[in-house]
């Protein structure tokens, strides 16, 4: 079978232009991922009993969009082991907030978080205790 040039060269172009738009620049953290997979690679350190705490906490309420240790869920939600979440840029009280009345989505494009029922402000803060360690190890302070 014979390519016709014409025809096929446009074709091919306007599917990967397609592609690009669709799923984004790669190195864009606020591109749209493909369902299922971890956005980021995880180092997990030994936790804090806190932190135990957190990890049980944000495995029956988060993980489900932010991914087995915080590691983000493509297609589902973003990486909270990530620069964005340092910090100096996303302190506590955001990670406290962020629960209690959602998010609008503004560094990702998973669209918005609605607000999590179910957690008391001592679930949160176990929850950013567990976080803080994860981002700790993988170097995010």
């Known amino acids: 079978m ?3 040039l014409k025809i096929g060269l446009p074709v091919v172009v306007a599917i990967a232009a397609g592609a690009y738009f ?11 991922e493909v369902a299922g997979t971890n956005i980021v690679d995880v ?5 804090s009993a806190g932190a135990k705490m957190g990890e049980t906490i944000f495995n029956a309420k988060c993980a489900v969009c932010h991914g087995d240790n915080a590691a983000g869920v493509d297609g589902a939600g973003p990486p909270l082991v990530h620069k964005i ?10 990670f406290m ?18 607000p999590i029922e179910g957690l008391t402000d001592a679930d949160i803060k176990q ?14 302070t």
Do not use: T
């Open 22 to 32: 669709i799923l984004g620049n790669p190195q864009d953290p606020a591109r749209v």
């Open 97 to 114: 907030l962020a629960p209690r009345r959602g998010v609008q989505a503004h560094h990702w494009r998973f669209g918005n978080m609605a």
């Open 2 to 4: 014979q390519l016709n």
């Open 85 to 94: 979440y340092e910090p100096s840029h996303h302190g506590d009280m955001a």
């Open 43 to 47: 180092i997990v350190p030994d936790l």
């Open 127 to 140: 929850i950013i205790l567990y976080v803080r360690e994860l981002q700790r190890a993988n170097g995010i």
